[in-house]
């Protein structure tokens, strides 16, 4: 079993709806998790970044972190078809300078 | 905004010969890594450096090395190309921040990529 799960998609929406993005691990000493976007042909670019539990908001955007289900979420509102790209998820616990990633799930909004 | 760049976009190389590729980070960043992306497999690290000089292998080391001469340049070489090496590669950066400045009083390793080195061996 991976360390880290994500559905690879590939996941196609609407303009304009709520876009869901999960992925789930198993290592416990997890403290830190990112979500890179990745457009085609591009490096990943960090989207959000969230400590521990909790939620974070940026724009349109929202990170959930379930520490007790080791289960992050990324929320996407009103969605538009710039976000089309592939999202990675991406955690490491503390003092350990390297990322563990997600497969990525690749996002394509409809117009 | 760190800019990490990447010598080369796209490169064509042929069995057994020998590949650089060049990374270079304007941030002063302590970290460097080298991963290579393909489909269904994500992000494999293949070596890291936190210093001037100093490396550690990644999961995928076997048929690469690597060299940091200089805090903003990191090297990946593929001493004899084959076709199992066709990838994407990618380099990344990251710092290490002073412990109190971030939530809780701990430090986190966001990382910065470039835009990628798409290689292909025939």
């Known amino acids: 079993q991976k360390e880290v799960e994500q559905d690879p998609g590939p996941l196609s929406v609407p303009e304009g709806a709520i876009v869901s993005l999960n992925c789930t691990y198993s290592?416990?000493?997890?403290?830190?998790f990112m979500w890179y976007r990745q457009y085609s042909r591009k490096g990943p670019e960090l989207l959000m970044y969230?400590?521990?539990?909790g939620n974070k908001e940026d724009g349109r955007f929202t990170a959930q972190v379930d520490k007790s289900s080791k289960y992050i979420s990324l929320f996407i509102r009103d969605s538009q078809p710039s976000d089309s790209a592939t999202y990675l998820c991406?955690?490491?616990?503390?003092?350990?300078?390297?990322?563990?990633f997600g497969t990525g799930t690749r996002l394509t909004i409809i117009p | 905004d760190v800019k990490v760049t990447q010598s080369s976009r796209y490169l064509v190389k042929r069995t057994g010969e020998k590949v650089f590729l060049e990374c270079v980070q304007d941030?002063?960043?302590?970290?460097m890594f080298w991963y290579r992306q393909d489909p269904g497999l994500g992000l494999r690290l293949i070596y890291f450096?936190?210093?001037?000089?100093?490396?550690e292998k990644g999961d995928i080391p076997e048929g690469y090395s690597v060299s940091r001469e200089k805090k903003e340049r990191f090297s990946l070489i593929l001493e004899s190309a084959s076709t199992n090496q066709t990838s994407m590669y990618l380099c990344?950066?990251?710092?290490?921040?002073?412990?109190?400045?971030?939530?809780?009083?701990?430090?986190?390793?966001?990382?910065?990529f470039g835009p990628g080195t798409r290689l292909t061996v025939t």
């Open positions: 990344a950066s990251s710092f290490v921040p002073n412990p109190t400045s971030r939530v809780g009083g701990v430090s986190s390793y966001e990382q910065y």
């Open positions: 290592n416990s000493a997890f403290q830190y």
């Open positions: 969230t400590y521990s539990s």
């Open positions: 991406a955690m490491s616990d503390f003092g350990n300078e390297k990322l563990t």
């Open positions: 941030m002063d960043h302590e970290n």
């Open positions: 450096s936190y210093d001037v000089k100093m490396k």
